[in-house]
């Protein structure tokens, strides 16, 4: 495992030319033929190696870059550490002892869950628990709407035949008919402002888009994985639930069939327009 013992990212192609295993600096991911994809904290489980091999090693340092989007770390020398930065930094063992590099709180970190979230277009077939959908259906009643009237509503499709028409109405994308199925809708009727239709209707829109991204947040957090689809028919949609509301996405969940590694985005500063 020398990508572990030089503290480095990098993939590694197993001998059967399926398997892989992606290593960064918060995360090792194992992609093994015949199971479940899994992870482990990558600086936990180099330290697990290392006293495994038993491999003589000298206290290293850890400088940890916060600005980044997504958490990474990079290793240096005791030598090459500045003095202005000596207070701030930490040898590998105390990092790992320390709190904050803790398994339990960087899973529920929400940067790395923003961080690691990938659409999926190919879900295993195992049944999502029924406490992780109440979950993702919690967070989703979380999402801030306006004046809090929550204008819009979740069809939770269950029905094997509905789905199927549902992914009709989706422009014939197969992965609609997933193990968890939500429409999003909205519902302007529910916001009791006094505003034109339009504007309602717009809230309306807002409302049933927040949700469903916090509902698709919550998946990634619990492990699943999901995939957005706003090419819709929406009077097909009306028709298959039986329901006058506007569609506003479908939000397809379950366990991906192979776990994706996060994906490059691109520069902040190409992103946001400061005016000052």
């Known amino acids: 495992m020398k990508f572990l013992k030089k503290n480095s990212a990098g993939r ?10 992606l290593i960064n600096s918060d995360v090792t991911q194992f992609n ?4 479940r994809t899994f992870e482990a904290n990558t600086v ?13 090693h000298e206290p290293q340092y850890i400088h940890v870059h916060p600005k980044e989007f997504y958490p990474s770390v990079t290793i240096t ?15 590998l063992l105390e990092a790992i002892l320390s709190s904050e ?12 869950i923003l961080s690691t979230r990938r659409s999926t277009r190919k879900f295993d077939k195992t049944k999502v628990e029924d406490w992780k959908v109440d979950k993702i259906l ?55 402002m006094k505003f034109p239709p339009n504007i309602l209707e717009k809230f309306s829109l807002q409302d ?7 509902a698709q947040l919550a998946a990634s957090g619990l492990g699943l994985s999901s995939i957005w689809i706003g090419m819709i028919d929406e009077e097909k949609i009306k028709t ?20 994706k590694p996060p994906k490059s985005r691109r520069k902040l500063k190409e992103l946001v327009s400061i005016i000052e």
């Open 12 to 21: 590694i192609d197993l001998e059967d030319y399926v398997s892989t295993i």
């Open 32 to 35: 093994l033929k015949g199971s």
């Open 44 to 56: 936990e489980l180099q330290k697990k190696i290392l006293e495994f091999a038993n491999i003589p």
């Open 77 to 91: 020398k005791e030598e090459d550490v500045s003095e202005e930065k000596d207070t701030k930094e930490k040898s």
């Open 101 to 112: 590099t803790q398994p339990s709180k960087q899973l529920s970190d929400l940067f790395t």
């Open 138 to 192: 919690a967070a989703a009643d979380t999402a801030p709407t306006a004046g809090n009237f929550q204008g819009f509503q979740v069809f939770y499709v269950k029905n094997n035949k509905t789905k199927e028409a549902l992914v009709e109405a989706a422009n014939n994308q197969p992965y609609v008919n997933s193990p968890v199925v939500l429409v999003f809708c909205m519902d302007p009727d529910r916001i009791k």
């Open 208 to 214: 049933a888009t927040l949700a469903a991204a916090y």
């Open 240 to 259: 298959i639930l039986g329901t006058e509301l506007r569609a506003s996405s479908i939000l397809c969940i379950g366990y991906p069939d192979k776990k």
